[in-house]
């Protein structure tokens, strides 16, 4: 069975960084085309990125220059850090597995004005 377990969200200042990972269970991350999404109150969910199975990164146009998204394959894990965050990235994160359409539990990120 397949699992997808976040972590690393939290509390962090306008300007600061988060590294969002993504624990897969079940298969193996190398694989496998996975994204991030968020969704924030009142809103859709929408992507902020995803990798296909070749490793090809795609990006949202609001987190462009701002976000990486990479996989660990030792540790098969899917990676997001973001870097010069602002209140408007709030939202819960949530890591997503294309192949078995299956969703983590998500992960908050607030950041403060």
């Known amino acids: 069975q397949v699992q997808l377990v976040e972590s690393g969200g939290g509390l962090v200042q306008a300007g600061g960084s988060l590294r969002l990972s993504c624990a897969v269970s079940?298969?193996?991350?190398?694989?496998?085309?996975m994204g991030w999404y968020r969704q924030a109150p009142g809103k859709e969910r929408e992507l902020v990125a995803d990798i296909t199975a070749v490793g090809r990164p795609n990006y949202a146009d609001s987190v462009k220059g701002r976000v990486t998204i990479s996989r660990d394959s030792a540790k098969n894990t899917v990676v997001l850090q973001m870097n010069s965050l602002s209140p408007e990235d709030t939202a819960v994160y949530y890591c997503?597995?294309?192949?078995?359409?299956?969703w983590g539990q998500g992960t908050q990120v607030t950041v403060s004005s």
């Open positions: 997503h597995s294309y192949r078995y359409d299956l």
């Open positions: 079940g298969s193996r991350v190398s694989i496998n085309a």
